[in-house]
């Protein structure tokens, strides 16, 4: 028997499909696993808690987290938007069901249920989250509060058209909003993101900003500055850039120079001409160093395989991806579970989000375009 396992049916009839992945879980890994994570698509919504129901008889994991996507990808394959279920499973020691919950009121939004996760102080936290209801960024800001040192490794989930669309499965629990996850001990999983960016031009000081919006960068006008490193990029390059722009806050202030990866990416969502200022998908404070950058494929692909060039050599892996990546970006399908798969030879199995979660300079971050890798070791 193997450590982890992962499988993959796409049968249209979800009965058939769901004999078929636990059948080979149950092969490669055996019955009662510690974790099993399913991914299912959004065409096999209305069966998924039928579908989650029959893999806790069959299979009997320990705890069984997942939920739906437009996407997904299990060892060196993806599949978009076809009907397709995977299941992954591991014996990976110690793992605590988490489940997230969002209440609304007239007071405003709360979020509860990780009080299991504060306590634990830290280790890991896998999170499949829904887009529509869980306030993720706040979250992540309350954890760093109280857990500083723990690791957010997951994706919002890309699969329905509005609130209350998707399905999320904790052990016998279906939902519909707010978030499951599991909550492993240290030293269980490492953590891979990869942001798919590279700089232009050179880094500037931020000299006036408001909310969103930058306006100077080291004394002159945020999009001026802007324009003039556009201009100064190859007729090619400057077509790259028109398909993905993007500005990255440094990370490490006290560092001497900047270079890939040293920066949180957030995206040019927009610009101000009157004020001559660039807007982006984060608030940016005076004094923060940011320098602008472009996301291709080629970009994109050298980046996966440094980042994982830096990681281990060697794992199972959950893989969160943006759906923005995938056939949209690289055209061919399979390149980021392929890439994967080859560097790190376990099984693998992911989805496809519309936000990914990971941490980037020692805090964890929402991201977009971006691959959040969860490896778990052999040993």
């Known amino acids: 028997m193997q450590r982890y396992g992962s499988a993959l049916s796409e049968h249209p009839d979800a009965t058939q499909a769901v004999g078929e992945i636990v059948g080979r879980i149950l092969d490669l890994v055996g019955p009662a696993p510690d974790m099993a994570v399913v991914f299912v698509s959004e065409e096999h919504r ?9 893999i806790r008889t069959m299979l009997s994991p320990q705890v069984l987290v997942g939920c ?122 490492e953590p ?5 960016c590279r700089p232009i031009g050179s880094p500037a000081i931020v000299t006036a900003a408001e909310g969103n919006l930058v306006v100077e960068l080291a004394g002159t006008k945020a999009l ?9 990029l190859a007729e090619d390059e400057q077509e790259q850039a028109a398909q993905g722009l993007h500005l990255g806050l440094v990370l490490d202030e006290s560092q001497a120079t900047f270079g890939q990866g040293d920066f949180l990416i957030r995206n040019v969502v927009g610009a101000d001409h009157e004020r001559g200022a660039v807007a982006i998908g984060t608030t940016v404070e005076v004094g923060q160093t940011a320098q602008f950058h472009v996301r291709d494929a080629v970009t994109s692909d050298v980046d ?20 923005a990546r995938g056939s949209a970006l690289f055209g061919p399908t399979d390149h980021d579970a392929r890439t994967i798969h080859e560097h790190l030879g376990g099984a693998v199995a992911g989805m496809f989000c ?26």
Do not use: K, Y
Not at 79 to 100: F, H, K, M, Q, Y
Not at 224 to 232: D, N
């Open 224 to 232: 001026e500055r802007l324009e003039a490193e556009l201009g100064r």
């Open 68 to 189: 739906t996507t437009a996407s997904l990808m299990v060892d060196d394959l993806e599949v978009e938007d076809r009907a397709a279920i995977s299941l992954w499973a591991g014996n990976t020691g110690p793992v605590a069901p988490v489940r997230i919950h969002v209440d609304r009121s007239e007071h405003g939004v709360s979020v509860g249920g990780f009080e299991e996760v504060v306590d634990a102080g830290d280790g890991t936290l896998v999170l499949l989250g829904d887009p529509f209801s869980m306030p993720t960024t706040g979250l992540l800001r309350r954890l760093a509060e109280t857990v500083p040192d723990l690791v957010v490794v997951g994706g919002l989930a890309g699969a329905g058209h509005g609130a209350g669309a998707n399905r999320f499965v904790l052990d016998d629990l279906v939902v519909s909003d707010g978030a499951v996850g599991a909550l492993f001990p240290p030293g269980v999983i």
């Open 46 to 54: 209305e069966s998924f808690g039928e579908i989650t129901g029959a």
């Open 354 to 379: 519309t936000g990914e979660i990971g941490p980037v300079g020692g805090r964890n971050h929402v991201h977009g375009f971006t691959a959040c890798i969860a490896v778990f070791g052999d040993s």
């Open 192 to 196: 891979i993101v990869s942001q798919g």
């Open 304 to 323: 996966l395989d440094l980042a994982l060039r830096a990681g281990p050599h060697q794992g199972a892996a959950l893989v969160f991806s943006c759906n």
